[in-house]
């Protein structure tokens, strides 16, 4: 039996972690991922391995990722060992960006993104409640929240994750197991 991989993608500020932790709590046969990021582990957030630059780039050179990356001044990576979960029959969520999504989908079968969004004031009171950046890098965050999906996605799920959590779940819900009549 084969898994599957769900990237969760959104602006800064949209609630990916939120939306994962619950999401997982609530269907317990999805799993998360915890990415190896290069800030420090109690920066606060997500849970994830935190590293330095250099180890970054040592366990690039390893190949310990399956896909890595760079964005807003840190780097990211997936640890190559969902390969084996993926393999065990595990549906995992994971946070990923943008740019990786196309690689995501040619790596792994039956990859799906789940694009989470939410109307510009909404970020903008998350980001700033966060506590974690200045109002220049919340606007800088924000000025980019509206980016596309990259072209060529072969299953792409949108929710709007503006309103109670519950409402956010049951609505990715439907759309990831979609009752069979």
């Known amino acids: 039996m084969t898994g599957r991989l769900i990237g969760v993608v959104g602006p800064s500020g949209v609630g990916k972690d939120t939306v994962m932790t619950a999401l997982a709590v609530r269907c317990p046969g999805l799993g998360l991922v ?47 060992e969902i390969e084996g979960r993926l393999a065990a029959g595990e549906v995992l969520l994971v946070n990923l960006s943008r740019s990786v999504l196309r690689q995501a989908q040619a790596r792994f079968a039956g990859f799906v993104t789940l694009h989470l969004t939410a109307p510009r004031n909404v970020l903008a009171e998350r980001l700033a409640a966060r506590g974690r950046e200045s109002a220049r890098q919340i606007e800088a965050r924000l000025a980019r929240s509206e980016f596309a999906l990259p072209d060529g996605l072969e299953r792409a799920i949108e ?23």
């Not at 503006?162 to 609505?171: K, N, R, S, V």
């Open 34 to 80: 915890r990415r190896v990021i290069t800030r420090p582990e109690d920066a606060g957030g997500e849970v994830f391995e935190g590293v330095s630059a250099a180890r970054f780039e040592a366990l690039c050179q390893d190949e310990a990722f399956c896909l890595h990356w760079a964005a807003h001044g840190l780097r990211y990576g997936i640890p190559r």
């Open 159 to 181: 929710v709007v994750n503006a309103g109670a959590l519950e409402q956010t779940l049951e609505m990715i819900e439907d759309q990831l197991y979609p009752v069979k009549a």
